[in-house]
């Protein structure tokens, strides 16, 4: 008979997260992308909800073909927030590769949420950036789309280290 754990730390740790995400991303899509407060948030839950979900799948489905020591060592941290030894570089490696992959995942998933959803691009009109005499007539396609993929960027960048900056102290929390 198999034991089924719930792992009901790290659910509440993931929620905790995309809390933060949610509430740093909106607040730059607000700010950089011209859009409603409503708006802001409903593009920050989404992509962040379609980025934890991808992020978990891939979890569940690369974990079966690692090796039995590498195994332990991510399950070990991922479940129970314990670093094995050697564990520290591999923590570093994998957090570079998941920050690029969230990255890569919200914005194809904005794109996309853009193009199915909302129809109605939710920046600023082509004749509106044309009025605009800063913006010349090769980068006006893509004016909005650079905007709203540096907002993505920067949001993702603060959200990330204030994660970084909560893992820090609840690390330092367990340890004393």
């Known amino acids: 008979m198999a034991i089924m754990v719930f792992p009901l730390p790290t659910i509440l740790l993931q929620t905790f997260f995309l809390t933060i995400s949610v ?3 909106s607040s730059v899509f607000y700010a950089r992308c011209q859009v409603s ?3 802001s948030v409903e593009y920050a839950l989404a992509i962040n909800l379609i980025s934890a979900c991808v992020g978990w799948i891939f979890f569940f489905y690369v974990e079966p073909f ?3 020591d590498l195994k332990i060592q991510l399950v070990t941290y991922v479940f129970l927030n314990q670093l094995g030894e050697g564990g520290l570089s591999l ?3 994998i957090g570079f590769f998941v920050f690029w992959a969230n990255f890569s995942i919200k914005l194809i998933s904005l794109n996309l949420f853009n193009k199915i959803v909302d129809s109605a691009y939710p920046l600023k009109l082509e004749s509106e950036l044309e009025e605009d005499y800063r913006y010349s007539p090769r980068k006006i396609k893509k004016a909005p789309e650079r905007r709203q993929a540096m907002a993505v960027l920067w949001g993702h960048s603060y959200s990330h280290s204030i994660i970084l900056l909560v893992l820090w102290l609840k690390n ?5």
């Open 23 to 25: 509430a740093i991303e």
């Open 66 to 68: 690692l090796s039995p």
């Open 172 to 176: 330092i929390q367990n340890t004393s």
């Open 37 to 39: 407060r409503k708006t």
């Open 91 to 93: 923590i570093f490696f």
